[in-house]
């Protein structure tokens, strides 16, 4: 805890974490260093700490000596637990007097089922807190100097999720806004999104990039074309997890690289 007050000096207080109650928290991309002071303070305090996969293991070693740690995710390619049985597991470890840390990867409200989890804890009446955490969705593009809007480029930027069947989606009207697609859970699925976005009238010369392991000491980054992309991705052999941004804003870069590396920040 001695770290966290050190860091919270500035504020009133710390925020305290209850027995029974359940703090449902972004761990971020990965990179520690972008925990929220609150999700610290979770960590610090938790006596269990029930975790994705994406939660970085530096993460999980910030936990107080007490936690015990609790994996509840999807790992090598095994089918994920059932939500069902991770929000009764957290009403269960609420019910029993614990102070419960449910830690997401990036923010628990993207595409991480955070609201099912707080929907059910909620029908059960058991008291429990959001915390937000970066969202690999901006933490991707800022780490790869592509600036999410850019004026006179873009006006909104889109989040959408690969996952899932394209005649369940029609991804037209989202190419129609000319705005930049952030794409979370695309990698296994490009070649379909890629062609339902050139039905949808994407051009298929529009930049895209390929983040992975965003802000890890193993981020990758691929920049493509929407006609290229699923082959330059098999051929640079990138893996998940990885965020597709398609849209002009991955022109700025360049630039961008350009004047980090004359900084000497990079
Ligand atoms: C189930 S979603 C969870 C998203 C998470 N709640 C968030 O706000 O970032 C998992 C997807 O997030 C993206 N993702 C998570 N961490 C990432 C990282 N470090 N680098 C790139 N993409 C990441 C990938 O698209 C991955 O398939």
Redesign the pocket.
């Known amino acids: 805890m001695a770290s966290y007050q050190a860091l919270a000096a500035g504020r009133t207080g710390v925020p305290l974490l209850a027995p029974g109650h359940v703090w449902l928290a972004?761990a971020g991309?990965?990179d520690p260093g972008l925990l929220t002071l609150d999700a610290v303070a979770g960590l610090a305090q938790a006596d269990v700490i029930v975790h994705?996969a994406?939660v970085d293991k530096r993460v999980l070693a910030m936990a107080g000596a007490q936690a015990r740690l609790e994996f509840a995710g999807k790992r090598g390619g095994k089918p994920s637990a059932a939500q069902s049985d991770i929000s009764r597991r957290l009403i269960e470890l609420a019910r029993a007097g614990e102070r419960v840390l449910r830690l997401?990867?990036?923010?628990?409200?993207?595409?991480?089922?955070?609201g099912e989890e707080a929907g059910a804890l909620a029908d059960a009446g058991v008291p429990f807190r959001v915390i937000p955490?970066?969202?690999?969705?901006l933490?991707?593009l800022a780490s790869a100097a592509i600036p999410a809007t850019l004026r006179g480029v873009n006006r909104a930027i889109i989040f959408a999720?690969?996952?899932g069947e394209e005649e369940a989606f029609d991804w037209a009207p989202l190419v129609r806004t000319g705005q930049p697609l952030v794409?979370?859970?695309?990698?296994h699925r490009l070649e379909a999104i890629r062609d339902a976005l050139v039905q949808g009238g994407c051009a298929p010369d529009m930049p895209v990039a390929i983040?992975?392991?965003?802000?890890?000491p193993t981020?990758r980054v691929l920049i493509s074309t929407l006609g290229r992309v699923a082959d330059d991705v098999r051929e640079a052999a990138i893996e998940?997890?990885?965020?597709?941004v398609v849209g002009e804003i991955v022109n700025a870069r360049d630039r961008l690289l350009q004047i980090v590396a004359l900084a000497g920040m990079r």
Request: no cysteine; proline share 9%.
């Open positions: 972004g991309p990965g994705d994406l997401k990867g990036g923010d628990p409200f993207i595409f991480g089922r955070g955490g970066v969202t690999a969705g933490a991707a999720t690969g996952h794409l979370y859970m695309a990698m983040i992975a392991s965003a802000t890890l981020e998940p997890p990885a965020i597709v």
